[in-house]
Structures are given as C-alpha cells and as structure tokens.
C-alpha cells in the first residue's frame, strides 16, 4: 500500500528536465524572475543588491508599481542601477498565463530563474505549477500544496510529525466553551480571510449567520472550515531561510507582524463604542493589509531556532529534498512564553517588504551587511553559481 510519505512523489516536473533548462542558460546574464505582488518588491530589491536583472509577471490592470513606480534606471554606459529595482515587467491578461507554454518559454529564453511567492500558488493551478512549470524554480516546489488547508498533507501534517505546537482543534462546533478562531475563506475577497472568533457554540451560530447573511463567509465553506482554540498573545512571524549550500544551514533572518483590516480598526476603539457597533460593522474581518518588523526577548530566540530546525528536518524526511530557501513559520506566544505555530509559508513569506533597503535586524548582523529576504534569497544563488552548485536550489 502507498503510503502517506509516497503520495506526493511522482507528480511532478522531472528534475533531469529542470537540470537541461539550466543547462541551456547563460549564467552570466540570469534574471532572477517573480509574480508581480505579494513579497516581488523584496525579490526584486534583493536580487538587484547582489547584481541580477530582475523580471516582473504581471496582470494587466496592476502592472504599474513594477512598470512605473519601482522600475529600474541603469547607467546606459556602465548598467549599474541608479534608481529602482525592476528591470522588465512582462503584462498578461491573467496571473495564470504565466503557466502556459507560450510564458514559459520567454521566461526561459530570458535565462529566468523563478522564485515562488503566495500570489503565485494562489492565482496559479498548483496541479500545473507541480507538473508542467518548466521554469527553474528556486526553493521547495514540492511543499507549496502544503499551504492549502484541508489538503491531505497540509501544514497541520508537518508539524504533526516534527513534534511541534499548534493551536488545538475543535472538530465539532458544539465544542466550542472558551475563545476559538474559526478559519475558512472570505466569500468575496478570494485570497483573504473570512475568519472570525466565538467563545460558545451560541455565539458561533450568531456570528456565522450573520456573515453569511453578510455575503462575507458561504455557508458550504463553513462546513470544511478549521476551528482552533484561540491562543491569546503577540503573534510574531519567523522568518527563515534554510540553506542546503552550508552546515547548520538554518538562519533566522528576521521577524514580522502583521496589519490587519479591520480588525486593526476595532481594537482602537473603546469599548462602549465597539459595542455600539450595527451588525455589519460588529464583526471584524482579518485581511492582512500590512507589516511592521519586530525582535525577540533574547531568551525566546533559542524557542524560535528549536522551532526553525524541526520544521527542516521534518520537510527533509516527508519531502525530499526538504525546504530550501527561505520559508516562515507564523507564530503567536501565549502567556507562559510558550510558541505555538498557527500558519506556515514554505517560501518567501508575506511581510518581507517591511525588511527590503534595511534589511532583517538578525540577518544584518550575521551577514555584516544590509540582508532582507530578497537579498539573501539572491546572495543563495550567487554562492550556489561560485560553488557550480545550482541544481542544489531548484526544484
């Protein structure tokens, strides 16, 4: 019988084939390529750092902060950069097209090597980014279905088997008797959240009623929804890279939390005006809309690397060749200073931008220099070409 382990194997692009791609590239003039939104801007920032053309994929309609607002001025005699950090912008009519032969081959013939974020795997079929993305990829092709929720080896399954803590589940609402989010998708906004939280079964039929009623939430969605107890704390997102190039390759770059609409927005209010709220605006909505960075207590810190390398070992024994590059682990801390891992992005995560031009404060110290995300992501693949080991970053 198959087992849980060999599931995921044999469904996707052939390695041999990536390894012609690259073959056929001319590494002196490689474009470190992105999809144009999410994490690009520090993609594209960072690659230009370590002096790699950079190359935007776009939709038509929301091209113009890569076309116009950060595109890139080069010295026409000597190329260096002058101003901005996008040096092409490629504009499709859908985010998706980006898979079909037609892209994929321009991608290629421009020596492109592609690094995956969240509007990628989100806008794009992850049967088609699995099987028939020819593109060099740098970092964990096969980890991405690991996002989708409700997936047979989603995230939850990892961390699982690596030993690590996540917030309880409640499996039946009914069992609802203390503060617990409930998360599923908003009916709407289809990249975003419709979460909301309930103390009590009674309260969780209130509130889902009303933002069904609300067109927020689908009712269909609410049945498969994940329910946890809710972990009262800061949430700090870790940002990781894994390096297979070096020993202890595991590095905490920096941290992250997030901004989120409009839930943001309620917390300023006090109290008698949030209870004066009519029934639309009473429930608030968790749509990231931005980020500010962070540090640890240094006594958390050790937490946080113990966290980093069960993740890594556990993505090398379920999914060969394991996490490469960087990923992040999204955690809240409870009272008694205790992590618990409530998402996890097994690539370049969401709220790196608020670290591009400056740098992660931890990243900077080890490396001596500015060090965000994109850079490092860039530095990996500038070391993997020295080391003639650039097969060991793509997937």
């Known amino acids: 019988m198959e087992s849980e382990e060999d599931s995921i194997k044999g469904r996707f692009v052939d390695k041999d084939d990536l390894l ?12 470190i390529g992105v999809v144009g939104s999410h ?40 190329g260096v950069v002058e101003k901005g950090f996008v040096d092409e912008v490629m504009v499709l009519d859908r985010f998706s097209e980006i898979l079909s032969p037609r892209i994929q081959k321009q991608l290629i013939e421009k020596n492109t090597l592609f690094v995956p974020n969240r509007s990628f795997s989100s806008y794009c079929s992850m049967d088609a980014i699995e099987r028939d993305f020819a593109v060099p990829m740098v970092g964990s092709r096969n980890m991405l279905r690991s996002e989708e929720r409700g997936e047979q080896q989603d995230y939850y399954w990892i961390l699982e088997r690596a030993g690590l803590p996540f917030p309880e589940k409640i499996t039946d609402p ?19 959240r419709g979460f909301f939280t309930a103390s009590s079964f009674e309260e969780y039929t209130e509130k ?23 972990v009262i704390g800061p949430v700090f997102n870790l940002d990781f ?38 029934e639309s605006q009473k429930t608030p909505e968790y749509t990231v809309c931005g980020h500010n960075s962070a540090t640890l207590r240094e006594s958390l810190l050790e937490k946080a690397f113990e966290l980093g390398e069960k993740y890594v070992d556990a993505a090398k024994k379920h999914y060969s060749p394991g996490i490469i590059g960087a990923f992040c682990l999204q955690t809240c801390v409870d009272k008694d200073l205790n992590y618990h891992i409530y998402d996890v992005a097994p690539r370049v995560g969401g709220g790196t931008n608020v670290h591009m031009a400056v740098g992660h404060p931890y990243a900077n110290s080890v490396w001596r ?10 530095l990996e693949i500038r070391r993997a070409l020295e080391m003639n080991e650039l097969e060991k970053i793509i997937t």
């Open 20 to 31: 012609r791609v690259l073959e056929s590239y001319d590494t002196e003039n490689l474009a």
């Open 39 to 78: 994490s690009a801007l520090d993609v594209c920032d960072g690659a230009i750092d370590e002096g790699f053309k950079t190359l935007a994929v776009c939709q038509k309609g929301r091209e113009k902060t890569y076309s116009v607002y950060f595109k890139s001025r080069r010295n026409p005699n000597t």
């Open 174 to 192: 009914k069992d609802i008797n203390e503060l617990s989010i409930i998360k599923l998708p908003h009916a709407v906004k289809k990249l975003e």
């Open 208 to 230: 889902s009623e009303s933002l069904i009623s609300q067109g927020v939430i689908a009712r269909e969605a609410l049945e498969s929804a994940r329910m946890e107890r809710y």
């Open 241 to 278: 890279f894994y390096s297979p190039l070096s020993e202890g390759g595991l590095e905490l770059l920096g941290v992250d939390w997030r901004f989120e609409s409009s839930l943001d927005g309620h917390v300023r209010l006090p109290a008698d005006q949030q209870l004066a709220l009519n």
């Open 369 to 378: 220099t500015s060090m965000s995300t994109g850079r490092r992501t860039a």
